[in-house]
C-alpha cells in the first residue's frame, strides 16, 4: 500500500473522485472561517474554540490534545492571541504541523500592544487580513500537495472578497460625522480597525482581556466621554459587559446620557444563526452598529423643556 499521506491525496484540478476532507483544526472562530474560505470542500475545519470564547483566557481541555493531535494541520490566529495555548502549541508542532497565519504578515503592518509586542487583532483591519488567506494557501498546500492549485485559486478569491470589504467598511464610517468617530469599547480589540477605517479607538481594558479595568481606567473614561459628548459605548461578545455598563453609569451620574450601542463582535464571531458566522458578516454587522450609534449625537439627560414632544 501507499504511504498514509497519500490518504487524502486528490486527483488534479477537475479531476476524478476527491478523497476524504483533510482534518484541520483551526483556534478560533475567526481563523476557521478564514480556513473553510481558502479551503471549500477539500477540508473538514474544526474550530478548537467555540462561538463567544475569549481566546485571550482559552485553557485546552483534555479532549482538545486528543483533537489537535488528530488533525493533518494546525491554523491558529498568532501574535500571541492564544495566550494560554502557548505551551500546547509548541509541544504539538513536534507532532503535527503549526502555523500561526498572523505571524506571517509583514511586521511593518502591524500595530504594537505594548513595546515589541504586536497587537494580535489583526482580522479587524480587513486589507490586512486579506493577506492570510495565500499563507493559509500555502500551508494547506504543504500537507495536501495534490490541491495546491485548488488552494491558490480560493484564496485569491478570499482576499479579493476582503479587500471589497475594506472598501464598504471605510465608505459606511465615513457617513459618521468627524468629531463623533470615536469608539469607545471592552476592550482594546479594534486598533486596527480604526488604523484602517479612520475611527479613534479606546480601549476600558488593554490588548488583553486577562487583565482587568481599574476604577482610574472607568473615571478616565467617563470623563472622556463627558468632554467630549461621545454619543455611544460598546460591548463585545466574547468579553463581559461589566465595565461598559460601568461607563454609561458614570456618565448618568455626571448628567451625560450615553448610549449603549450594543455588543460588537470581537476576539469571536457569532454562534449558528446568529447571521455574524463569518469575518465578513460580523465586521458588517459590527460596521451597522458603531454607525446606527454614533452616526446621531444624544441629546443631554435633562433636555430643555421646548425640545419636549419632538421625539426620543
Ligand atoms: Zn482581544
Same mark, same amino acid.
Given at each position: 500500500?501507499?504511504?498514509?499521506?497519500?490518504?487524502?491525496?486528490?486527483?488534479?484540478?477537475?479531476?476524478?473522485?476527491?478523497?476524504?476532507?483533510?482534518?484541520?483544526?483551526?483556534?478560533?472562530?475567526?481563523?476557521?472561517?478564514?480556513?473553510?474560505?481558502?479551503?471549500?470542500?477539500?477540508?473538514?475545519?474544526?474550530?478548537?474554540?467555540?462561538?463567544?470564547?475569549?481566546?485571550?483566557?482559552?485553557?485546552?481541555?483534555?479532549?482538545?490534545?486528543?483533537?489537535?493531535?488528530?488533525?493533518?494541520?494546525?491554523?491558529?490566529?498568532?501574535?500571541?492571541?492564544?495566550?494560554?495555548?502557548?505551551?500546547?502549541?509548541?509541544? *504539538?508542532?513536534?507532532?503535527?504541523?503549526?502555523?500561526?497565519?498572523?505571524?506571517?504578515?509583514?511586521?511593518?503592518?502591524? *500595530?504594537?500592544?505594548?513595546?515589541?509586542?504586536?497587537?494580535?487583532?489583526?482580522?479587524?483591519?480587513?486589507?490586512?487580513?486579506?493577506?492570510?488567506?495565500?499563507?493559509?494557501?500555502?500551508?494547506?498546500?504543504?500537507?495536501?500537495?495534490?490541491?495546491?492549485?485548488?488552494?491558490?485559486?480560493?484564496?485569491?478569491?478570499?482576499?479579493?472578497? *476582503?479587500?471589497?470589504?475594506?472598501?464598504?467598511?471605510?465608505?459606511?464610517?465615513?457617513?459618521?460625522?468627524?468629531?463623533?468617530?470615536?469608539?469607545?469599547?471592552?476592550?482594546?480589540?479594534?486598533?486596527?480597525?480604526?488604523?484602517?477605517?479612520?475611527?479613534?479607538?479606546?480601549?476600558?481594558?488593554?490588548?488583553?482581556?486577562?487583565?482587568?479595568?481599574?476604577?482610574?481606567?472607568?473615571?478616565?473614561?467617563?470623563?472622556?466621554?463627558?468632554?467630549?459628548?461621545?454619543?455611544?459605548?460598546?460591548?463585545?461578545?466574547?468579553?463581559?459587559?461589566?465595565?461598559?455598563?460601568?461607563?454609561?453609569?458614570?456618565?448618568?451620574?455626571?448628567?451625560?446620557?450615553?448610549?449603549?450601542?450594543?455588543?460588537?463582535?470581537?476576539?469571536?464571531?457569532?454562534?449558528?444563526?446568529?447571521?455574524?458566522?463569518?469575518?465578513?458578516?460580523?465586521?458588517?454587522?459590527?460596521?451597522?452598529?458603531?454607525?446606527?450609534?454614533?452616526?446621531?449625537?444624544?441629546?443631554?439627560?435633562?433636555?430643555?423643556?421646548?425640545?419636549?414632544?419632538?421625539?426620543?
Amino acid at each position: 500500500m501507499l504511504g498514509v499521506g497519500l490518504a487524502y491525496g486528490r486527483t488534479g484540478a477537475g479531476g476524478g473522485p476527491a478523497g476524504p476532507p483533510v482534518p484541520v483544526i483551526a483556534t478560533t472562530t475567526v481563523v476557521a472561517d478564514l480556513v473553510r474560505c481558502v479551503a471549500g470542500d477539500r477540508v473538514a475545519v474544526e474550530c478548537l474554540m467555540p462561538p463567544g470564547v475569549d481566546p485571550h483566557v482559552y485553557r485546552a481541555t483534555p479532549r482538545d490534545a486528543g483533537r489537535l493531535l488528530a488533525a493533518r494541520l494546525v491554523v491558529a490566529s498568532g501574535l500571541r492571541l492564544e495566550g494560554r495555548l502557548a505551551t500546547l502549541l509548541e509541544r *504539538l508542532g513536534e507532532r503535527v504541523p503549526v502555523v500561526h497565519v498572523a505571524d506571517g504578515l509583514p511586521r511593518d503592518r502591524l *500595530l504594537e500592544a505594548a513595546p515589541g509586542i504586536p497587537d494580535p487583532h489583526v482580522w479587524f483591519d480587513a486589507a490586512l487580513w486579506s493577506e492570510t488567506p495565500r499563507l493559509v494557501a500555502d500551508a494547506l498546500a504543504s500537507v495536501d500537495p495534490v490541491s495546491a492549485e485548488h488552494y491558490r485559486a480560493r484564496a485569491d478569491a478570499c482576499a479579493a472578497r *476582503l479587500l471589497s470589504l475594506d472598501h464598504s467598511i471605510r465608505g459606511a464610517i465615513a457617513s459618521i460625522p468627524r468629531d463623533r468617530r470615536v469608539l469607545v469599547t471592552s476592550h482594546d480589540a479594534f486598533r486596527y480597525f480604526g488604523r484602517a477605517y479612520g475611527i479613534e479607538v479606546v480601549g476600558v481594558q488593554g490588548t488583553n482581556t486577562s487583565a482587568e479595568a481599574g476604577l482610574g481606567d472607568i473615571n478616565r473614561l467617563v470623563e472622556l466621554i463627558v468632554s467630549r459628548r461621545i454619543p455611544a459605548v460598546f460591548a463585545e461578545t466574547s468579553v463581559t459587559d461589566r465595565d461598559v455598563v460601568a461607563l454609561v453609569e458614570g456618565a448618568a451620574a455626571r448628567g451625560r446620557r450615553v448610549r449603549f450601542g450594543g455588543r460588537l463582535y470581537a476576539d469571536s464571531l457569532g454562534a449558528a444563526g446568529s447571521g455574524a458566522e463569518t469575518l465578513a458578516a460580523a465586521l458588517q454587522a459590527n460596521t451597522a452598529l458603531i454607525v446606527a450609534a454614533l452616526r446621531e449625537p444624544v441629546a443631554d439627560a435633562a433636555p430643555p423643556s421646548d425640545a419636549m414632544g419632538i421625539g426620543p
